[in-house]
């Protein structure tokens, strides 16, 4: 089920088709630091079916909703797969449990997060996966990072990335790490 991004007539990507991954991460675990941790993770991504077509920067942020817990690193990604969704999802699960992500009590510390926040233009409950990604378009920590390589990606709901990212009530702290 490849959903392609492809570049229109004037040489811009059209996003319609484009299927956007989020990544993050406060718990270094084995990695010297949460950046090796996520050029770690994004290495996994290739054997997984998955090819990295564009990416962001990597975005800092106070952790939410508790700030006294480790800053969180986050990045996004457009990716090309012949995953469907659910397939797509079990791969991203994978790359989580391979680096020690364990689930327990919601927004904890974590090794690595992978979220899906969108499927081309695909939208509401696929059998338990909500597409898009139901809080992305209020977090800076995605919006600003997915702005920053599709700042015209139209959401579903309304907005474009870079909209979004301007609006976003939650991580507003969120910047570029140069």
């Known amino acids: 089920m ?9 040489g811009d990507l059209d ?12 718990d270094k675990g084995a990695w ?6 996520l050029e770690a993770a994004l290495a996994r991504f290739r054997p997984e079916g998955i090819d990295v077509l564009l990416r962001s920067s990597w975005w800092r942020s106070d952790a939410w ?14 990716v090309r797969t012949e995953h469907d969704p659910h397939a ?9 449990e391979a680096f ?15 979220d899906l926040i969108a499927y081309g233009r695909l939208q509401g409950d696929l059998d338990g996966l909500i597409l898009p990604h139901p809080r992305a378009a209020e977090r800076k920590f ?23 990212a301007g609006a976003a009530p939650v ?3 969120a910047a570029p790490i140069r």
């Open 2 to 10: 490849d959903i392609p991004v492809s570049v229109d007539a004037d």
């Open 15 to 26: 996003l319609d088709g484009a299927v956007i991954v989020a990544l993050g991460c406060n």
């Open 32 to 37: 010297r630091d949460c950046r090796e941790a």
């Open 65 to 78: 909703p508790d700030p006294d817990d480790p800053p969180f690193l986050n990045g996004v990604v457009l």
């Open 88 to 96: 797509l999802m079990a791969a991203l699960g994978r790359i989580e």
């Open 100 to 114: 020690g992500r364990r689930r327990g009590t919601p927004n904890a510390p974590r090794t690595l997060d992978l």
């Open 142 to 164: 995605v919006m600003g990072p997915l702005a920053e390589i599709a700042a015209g990606w139209e959401h579903p709901g309304g907005g474009t990335a870079d909209d979004l």
């Open 171 to 173: 991580g507003r702290d």
